[in-house]
């Protein structure tokens, strides 16, 4: 729905109403980057990707990076690790697209002024804090819901939060370098 509701013709207003009864994120957010709400489409990005489950999220670093002799790779920069449908993926689109709206200019300034880029950075840093707690207190469990971060288990618990700390510590270096 996303690619439509960027077309100018369009109505703005009403398909708006439809996308946030249907529940499209997505599409609402780039209905409310078209209506000029800049700071509501960029939390509306931040929001998608705090919905992305932790599990999936570590899985897709697994599936990048089985080896733990391997400090990082490639595959660990912003931007390429777009082949994953949800996870990695999900979270790079959505961070880029909050990104392009933050550094959106008009009469040759910022339209959310530093704000944008604030609240990107104070997104990252929180959701870094976050994970960082919800997998080690996934990792500390003896229950089955462990076995979620066992797909390489090869890997040990402190590379998990080291390969979390490195993935968002990139994202921020990101944002920063912009």
Known sequence: MEKWVEKEYFPVTECLEVCRAMKNERGEAVLLKREGQYMPAIRQYLGMIDKIDLAVLLDNMCRIEPNKDIQRSEAWDFGTVSAFDTGLGSFDDNLEKACKIAEKKENGYN??????????????????????????????????????????ATISKETHVERLKDFVSQRINYILKK
């Open 111 to 152: 339209v959310t002024g530093d704000d944008g880029w604030f609240s990107i950075l104070d997104f990252l840093q929180n959701f870094s804090v976050m994970a960082h707690i919800k997998v080690n207190e996934v990792l500390q469990r003896n229950d089955k819901k462990k076995s979620l971060f066992d797909r390489a």
